[in-house]
């Protein structure tokens, strides 16, 4: 097995600042508990804002409270999402949790093109570093400031449990005042990425990649030295097969990343770097970051061309917590649809986040948790094997043994098959459920003589190349390499065709128009034609035109590329 590094700089996010201002709760600093905030007569303009930790990441929070133009933003664990009983395992309240505010993924100051060491970019701001300050506190903290709250009582789903604070949305009274110092220094640091390569057989120019963050801001154990460890063995085990005589079809890439914890930057440094080359060679990625929180939920967040290929896996190993159940046994024994169980989107604190929306290669991230209870030390200087272990009740080895189990045997399937086993057909229907959204402002648009129906278009000529190639390939010669190898091609590069081509890599990193952020986005377009009914005079025709012509264009050359046949396409465009 081959083994190599790369190098790349790394940057804290924010130099040293002081302010001051009033303080207003909003919750866990989502869109919606900002728009609750302003409909209950509290604007957060110009004072700091303090959320709790949980349903989104700490850069979205951060955006939304800039979007709301507060000063700064507190983030702190309430005892109602984060056990805080020290007793039964739970975070002390002296403790915060940190995490970073980078609305993007990488170097933050080489936005959408690699800062290796060889190169000599000048720096440029990422759009999604914040131009307010974030800090972490504690829930004791936390209470101390909730305690002096005044204004309007927080609505009942927003109160937590920590103890004789009101939960009152602020901002306060006259004389008080909060002073928030962040002390940064801000400089360039030197990282290692770490690589190991088993060849491929027959296609050694197509990988797969599996990949660990190596680094962590405190022990690590949960976040990162699992994964790690998984890594290494799975490495171990996959190059004792080869010598005893297994082949790969595919190359087997192994990837140890560095400064995962400052928004996955050694792995998306190396995306900007070999973007070009990945489109054309990645089949899929696993990320085995976060893989062990616990044992009762199994959870598979992942782009959909791999949820067919999971349901397949998971059919086959055994569930660590149900001795002779397999894992869709345990999540299906109560009639349960099992994607609606074990499904999740990509979060954008993933690296395999970052390999979908930026890099257009399918990509899973795996783990299992407590059904009734956050594992309460990920992220913080309390993330100890012993902890991790004892909160798993000394099942730690088995469910890391699951885990491993699972990752293998997809990357048998990825590595091994004849025909990559990603499911391309999958996108009309998912394509379907984001576009049947629409429907209901067809009349709207009519009204204002505006049509979606290029958009409908561009979906069914995905539809027929779809269909297209799953005859061709029914039809074909099984040992024929030359047609199989043009097949993988086509399925390979489907998900990179979904990355939109009109809009620049360096403001717009995250091109996926069904997975990624921006305006460029299915979701953006949504978001502007829900505007018809909720707040007409905010609707812009113009900005309409563009978004729909960003989400037509990117869908049909999606479709194109699939048929492979540029003289055969049947459309009126």
Same mark, same amino acid.
């Given at each position: 097995m081959a083994l190599w590094t790369s190098c790349a700089p790394a940057f804290p996010f924010h130099p040293a600042v002081c302010l001051q201002g009033g303080l207003v709760f909003a919750n866990y600093g989502r869109r919606e508990d900002f728009a609750a905030l302003k409909q209950h007569g509290v604007n957060p303009q110009g004072h700091l804002v303090i959320v709790r930790i949980g349903e989104i990441s700490y850069a979205e929070k951060v955006a939304n409270a800039e979007a709301s133009q507060a000063k700064g933003v507190l983030i702190y664990p309430d005892p109602a999402d984060v056990p805080q009983d020290p007793r039964k395992l739970g975070l002390s309240p002296n403790t915060s949790i940190y995490g970073h505010v980078h609305m993007g993924a990488g170097d933050p100051y080489s936005p959408g093109f690699p800062s290796f060491n060889h190169t000599q970019f000048p720096p440029i701001q990422s759009s999604g570093l914040p131009s307010i300050p974030a800090h972490p506190v504690s829930a004791n903290v936390a209470a101390r400031l909730l305690r002096q709250l005044t204004g309007p009582t927080a609505p009942q789903t927003w109160k937590g449990r920590l103890p004789d604070v009101p939960y009152r949305l602020g901002p306060g009274?006259?004389?008080?005042?909060?002073? =928030?110092?962040?002390?940064?220094? $801000? #400089?360039?640091?030197?990282?290692?990425?770490?690589?190991?390569? &088993?060849? /491929?057989?027959?296609?050694?120019?197509?990988?797969?990649?599996?990949?660990?963050?190596?680094?962590?801001?405190?022990?690590?154990?949960?976040?990162?030295?699992?994964?790690?460890?998984l890594l290494l063995e799975l490495a171990r085990t996959f190059t004792a097969m080869v010598r005893n005589g297994f082949q790969l079809r595919r190359s087997l890439l192994f990837a140890s990343w560095d400064a995962g914890d400052f928004g996955s930057v050694g792995s998306t440094e190396w995306l900007e770097g070999y973007l070009t080359m990945l489109h054309l060679k990645a089949a899929a990625y696993i990320s085995l970051d976060n893989v062990v929180l616990g044992d009762d939920k199994f959870f598979a967040k992942t782009s959909p061309a791999l949820v067919? =290929?999971?349901?397949?896996?998971? $059919? #086959?190993?055994?569930?660590?917590?149900?001795?002779?159940?397999? &894992?869709? /046994?345990?999540?299906?024994?109560?009639?349960?649809?099992?994607?609606?169980?074990?499904?999740?989107?990509?979060?954008?604190d993933s690296s395999a986040f970052a390999f979908t929306s930026f890099g257009g290669v399918p990509a899973v991230e795996f783990s299992f948790a407590e059904d009734s209870r956050r594992y309460p030390f990920l992220n913080t200087m309390a993330d100890t094997y012993d902890n991790l272990n004892r909160a798993l009740y000394g099942r730690l080895p088995a469910v890391a043994k699951t885990v491993a189990e699972v990752v293998g045997h997809l990357l048998i399937k990825l590595t091994h098959d004849h025909l990559l086993p990603l499911d391309y057909w999958c996108y009309g229907d998912v394509l379907l459920e984001h576009i049947a959204r629409f429907n209901e402002y067809t009349a709207l648009l009519k009204s204002r003589g505006l049509t979606l129906q290029w958009m409908y278009s561009a979906r069914g000529d995905y539809m027929r190349a779809a269909d297209k190639l799953r005859k061709d390939i029914y039809s074909s010669e099984e040992q024929n390499e030359r047609l199989l190898r043009m097949y993988n091609v086509r399925i390979m590069r489907v998900e990179f065709y979904f990355l939109s081509q009109y809009v620049a890599v360096t403001e717009t990193p995250f091109r996926h128009i069904l997975h990624g952020r921006g305006g460029h986005t299915v979701k953006a377009l949504l978001e502007h034609v829900s505007l018809l009914r909720e707040a007409p005079q905010s609707f812009n025709e113009v900005l309409f035109r563009r978004q729909l012509a960003f989400v037509t264009w990117t869908l049909q050359g999606a479709a194109n590329a699939l048929s492979g046949d540029v003289w055969n396409i049947d459309n009126n465009f």
């Open positions: 009274g006259p004389d008080f005042q909060l002073q =928030l110092g962040v002390q940064n220094q $801000k #400089q360039s640091v030197m990282i290692n990425n770490i690589f190991g390569c &088993i060849e /491929g057989r027959f296609e050694p120019d197509h990988y797969v990649i599996v990949g660990a963050q190596r680094d962590s801001l405190g022990p690590g154990a949960a976040r990162s030295g699992v994964g790690t460890a067919g =290929l999971i349901e397949s896996i998971i $059919k #086959q190993v055994d569930s660590p917590s149900r001795s002779g159940q397999s &894992i869709f /046994g345990q999540v299906t024994e109560q009639g349960q649809r099992w994607e609606t169980e074990v499904i999740r989107p990509l979060p954008m």
